[in-house]
């Protein structure tokens, strides 16, 4: 296990060639941002699920990795720029998204997911999806399916609220200025102060755009959870980047990761693609 407290020197970094392009998916098209000089080594990153989550979430990384690497930022089915289409999400649903992704993008990229969507990549690659590496942003989703009959209530209340005002109701409230912040401030960063008004503006606009619903009540409503196994974890061997000062994941998971044979790297200065974007890039360039 490794343990980074703060970042490296401050660098200059450039961006050569930037570009648009989509990935389909049966009769829908994910939408990605492509950024970095062509013909370096490659990167997918690929954002959490959660109330108004998508690209946005890698803002500050991208910049920095795309000095030196070619870096592509998808939106996933359902968030963001890409098709957000009137589906029942399940958990078979996200992971073939996350498998397309992945395919998509070919066997040489160094695959980067946060949250729950990083325990979807593990699946991908430990049941045969290639990439070259795979690095987990403070990942959920270990032993996490939950008991069968909570799933049956929580489906039960996602099929009421989903086409109803209700459902709308709730994401708004979920995607408010004054939920974002309260979350954002108490659950997600170390540093508090890190959160601007432009983030919490693109969290709204996000999580209420059309369709957008769907996804986040399929995770509100414990649709989406999943149970990553010990196997899969040594038959792919990831790097876990553990943030500290976060609460929405607990802090014992991270020793559950590197029991089942991860690579531990705890970031004790908060969320690291947020708060410490130059330390990340960092060690993603240095191990890719």
Do not use: C
């Amino acid at each position: 296990m490794n343990t980074i407290t703060s970042p490296a020197s401050a660098t200059s970094f450039t961006t050569e060639t930037s570009g648009l392009g989509s990935t389909p998916f049966g009769p829908f098209t994910m939408r990605w941002a492509e950024s970095g000089p062509q013909g370096a080594r490659r990167f997918l990153l690929l954002h959490g699920i959660y109330a108004g989550a998508h690209s946005y979430e890698w803002r500050d990384l991208v910049p920095l990795l795309a000095s030196q690497a070619r870096v592509r930022v998808p939106d996933l089915l359902g968030a963001g720029e890409s098709d957000r289409p009137d589906l029942d999400y399940t958990s078979d649903i996200v992971q073939a998204v996350v498998d397309r992704l992945i395919d998509d993008a070919g066997p040489d990229v160094h695959v980067v997911a946060s949250s729950l969507t990083g325990a979807y990549a593990l699946r991908s690659l430990a049941r045969g999806v290639h990439a070259a590496s795979l690095t987990l942003i403070t990942p959920s989703g270990l032993g996490a399916k939950r008991e069968q009959q909570r799933q049956r209530r929580s489906r039960k209340l996602y099929d009421i609220v989903r086409h109803t005002p209700a459902g709308g109701l709730l994401v708004d409230a979920l995607t408010s200025k004054p939920s974002v912040t309260w979350f954002q401030k108490n659950r997600t960063y170390r540093d508090p102060t890190v959160l601007t008004d432009a983030e919490v503006v693109e969290t709204r606009r996000a999580g209420r755009l059309a369709g957008a619903r769907h996804l986040q009540l399929a995770f509100v409503f414990d649709r989406l959870s999943i149970d990553v196994s010990t196997d899969d974890i040594k038959s792919v061997e990831p790097t876990v980047v553990w943030a500290g000062g976060q609460t929405f994941v607990a802090a014992t998971e991270a020793d559950r990761w590197a029991a089942g044979g991860a690579r531990l790297v705890r970031v004790t200065s908060g969320l690291p693609q947020v708060e410490q974007p130059l330390l990340l890039a960092g060690l993603l360039l240095a191990h890719s």
